[in-house]
């Protein structure tokens, strides 16, 4: 009972942290106090993981060298009560800054890749912001407990986001369409799974947490941990979002990067993988240095999209992918019956499943 209490204390105080972003005057919209408790968490995450590491070399007689450096690991400025201008003063002028130009491993390109080319949103109140790093410095993030309220949490918060900011829609697939289509499709461990639009990763979180029953040994985890998961997505918010969702559902150093998909010539494929799992952006127009990339020209994102996943399935029996697409996109003609041919004639297309009318409301209008 006393670990109960001490779950739904630590949620509300996370509820707490949300309610004073919203009422700060520079998070005052639902994407906006996400985003910004997101990369709070990100960073206090990710200082947990370094102390882990540095506390192994040590154990291991060998130098540690930090992803992130002082004096802008978490430690160095959150957990120390500097005065509210001065806090602000700092994340503006030197902690943004620094993270905008790390690089030099796949890490600390991801971590560039969360602040880098956008305006990252900060509180314009230093007292609002201390108050949220107070919470957030109540979290023990080497605790999976703490861990796992939070991931309950941030959960929920994106599923609020879809439902109120129609915007956010395109970046959230519903849970239980998710769920079908993982269980459906059935990935394994040792199998790679890639979701070109990966959004917040709702197809990638639900494939770790179906493959992680079958863990049976170390090896299994490491494998999971760090040759399983990859996604792709090209808007800067979700990127973020999505990578703390994987962190925060027990995927450490997820590759999930911020990338235009489509940008990829097709014709020049490195990388397949055995699982594709996704709802890629549907209704959207793409330009002509986009489609020069693909066999079949088309400004039809969705159909660029199941072009790009078609190249990057592995060549192999037992290869498969679980998508949403739109309603008719293998009945209409033109480009769309060219992908249908090749569709059909190469791969074999299993299970087409209808989905009911107001499926993915209040999303999209699908």
């Not at 779950?7 to 942290?17: D, P, R």
């Not at 060549?315 to 019956?337: H, I, N, Q, S, W």
Request: charged letters at 25%.
């Amino acid at each position: 009972m006393e670990i109960l209490q001490t779950k739904e204390t630590l949620a509300n105080e996370i509820w707490q942290a949300c309610d004073i972003l919203r009422r700060d005057n520079n998070c005052g919209g639902i994407m906006e106090y996400i985003e910004h408790l997101a990369w709070l968490l990100f960073l206090r995450f990710l200082d947990a993981q370094e102390e882990e590491w540095e506390a192994q070399a040590e154990l291991e007689g060998r130098k540690y060298e930090p992803i992130i450096e002082p004096p802008y690991r978490w430690r160095d400025w959150a957990v120390k009560d500097l005065p509210a201008d001065e806090l602000l003063s700092f994340i503006h002028g030197k902690l943004i800054p620094y993270l905008q130009n790390l690089g030099g491993d796949p890490l600390r390109e991801t971590i560039r890749s969360v602040f880098a080319e956008r305006n990252v949103i900060v509180c314009a109140s230093g007292y609002n912001l201390k108050d949220v790093l107070q919470i957030i410095n109540s979290i023990d993030f080497h605790s999976q407990d703490d861990i796992f309220t939070v991931s309950q949490v941030y959960e929920e918060l994106l599923r609020r986001l879809g439902n109120e900011n129609r915007m956010a829609g395109e970046f959230y697939t519903p849970r239980p369409v998710v769920r079908f289509i993982v269980e459906l499709i059935n990935p394994k461990i040792g199998e790679t799974v890639y979701d070109p639009a990966c959004g917040t990763c709702g197809f990638l979180v639900q494939a770790y947490l179906h493959m992680k029953k079958y863990e049976k040994t170390i090896e299994d985890y490491k494998i999971l941990q760090e040759k399983t998961f990859y996604g792709q997505e090209k808007k800067p918010i979700p990127a973020l979002l999505g990578l703390m969702n994987m962190v925060l559902h027990g995927v450490t150093c997820p590759k999930v990067y911020r990338k235009n998909t489509l940008e990829e010539n097709i014709r020049e494929v490195s990388e397949r993988f055995d699982v594709i799992l996704t709802n890629p952006p549907f209704g959207g127009k793409e330009g002509r240095h986009i489609q020069q990339n693909f066999p079949v020209k088309s400004n039809a994102t969705e159909l660029l999209f199941l072009q790009h996943i078609m190249r990057k399935l592995k060549l192999k029996d037992g290869a498969r992918c679980g998508m949403v697409v739109p309603e008719g996109t293998l009945f209409r003609g033109g480009a769309f019956a060219k992908v249908k041919e090749e569709l059909l004639s190469e791969f074999n297309l299993h299970t087409i499943v209808s989905l009911p009318p107001g499926t993915f409301a209040p999303y999209s209008d699908v």
